[in-house]
């Protein structure tokens, strides 16, 4: 089935009624039952082999997407000199500071380009260098301080230039 090959097995039955001759066909093998099981099967399997074609091209697409925004971006900045195209739905790069990084996603609707900060807080609380009291002002402070400087949009924020 995997080739498209059918073997299939018949025994023949001849039988005389009223000086005519008959001839009964029944499958033997497979049988109807696991003969359906191994059509679905390898239904499966195809639609298998054509979700991996299909991955291998958006992998392909993707991994020269990235490395034409490399190309371009290493003409303006060394951020990403050591980062390689390859086929996922993200690309990274440090900024050489910590908790800061620079981030490009792409999916089949939409691209991103992503500025991350990590302000570390939260790794601090963790290991003791400041209490929840600290934790929660700093915080505070951060997400007004986030308000006044970014405008919120659906599921993202951009600055908002006019503060």
Known sequence: ???????????????ERNDQLFLTMD???PTKEVEDYM????EKTQDDIDNKTELKNRHIIRQKFWGELLQSMNLKSKLFQNISAGKYN?????????????NFGVSKNYGRAELYIDFLIHSKLKIGEINQNEYDEVVEILDKKLEEMW????????????K
């Open 90 to 102: 993200w690309i990274g790069a440090g900024s050489g500071v910590r908790g800061i990084s620079y």
């Open 39 to 42: 059509i679905r099967i390898a």
């Open 27 to 29: 499958q033997i093998i």
């Open 1 to 15: 089935m995997n080739y498209k090959i059918r073997i299939q097995c018949f025994k023949a039955t001849p039988y």
């Open 151 to 162: 405008e919120r949009l659906d599921g993202s924020y951009q600055i908002d230039s006019g």
